[in-house]
């Protein structure tokens, strides 16, 4: 079976996700992503990657001169809408021109399909917080959030909101 490519810009191309993927980028997570997932939920890198991944309904990952970047996608809620989510490794610097161009195109991709995206990123956790910008999300302002109880922001956005 031949993988679908979503968008692709030189040396670089989104793709369905996959377990395989999962393993290759696991080990080499930013450090804000690690630092992230453990402050909310006290889960490993490997182990935060598999279960976002796992419970997400599209999951994409990007590919880079053939190395797995960044895996990202929508973890559905029981209840309508979804938690949108990205872990990835320092090399999402390399494209991060293309990879801020096509952003609000998986965005909206995500948005049409759950109306409703929600999640909370990590106060410390800079870069994250100006692309979810970018890409159009409203922010609360900071408040204890997960295990640790470290300053989190609420983010979401709403169908036609």
């Not at 490997?46 to 895996?71: E, Q, W």
């Amino acid at each position: 079976m031949v993988a679908k490519i979503y968008v692709r810009s030189g040396n670089t191309y989104v793709t369905d996700a996959t377990y395989e993927h999962v393993d290759e980028l696991a080990p080499r997570l930013r450090q804000a992503d690690l630092d992230e997932v453990w402050a909310s939920h006290h889960l490993s890198g490997y182990h935060a990657l598999k279960l976002s991944f796992g419970m997400s309904d599209p999951a994409f990952s990007i590919i880079h001169n053939d190395k797995v970047i960044a895996i990202f996608g929508a973890a559905p809620f029981t209840d309508g809408g979804a938690s949108p989510w990205l872990l990835g490794s320092d090399e999402i610097r390399d494209i991060w021109l293309p990879f801020v161009r096509h952003s609000r195109y998986f965005v909206q991709l995500m948005l049409d399909r759950y109306g409703y995206l929600e999640n909370y990123v990590d106060a410390r956790n800079v870069l994250s917080i100006a692309w979810l910008k970018f890409c159009g999300f409203k922010f609360e302002p900071a408040a204890t959030y997960g295990v640790e109880r470290l300053p989190f922001h609420r983010f979401w956005m709403e169908k036609g909101g």
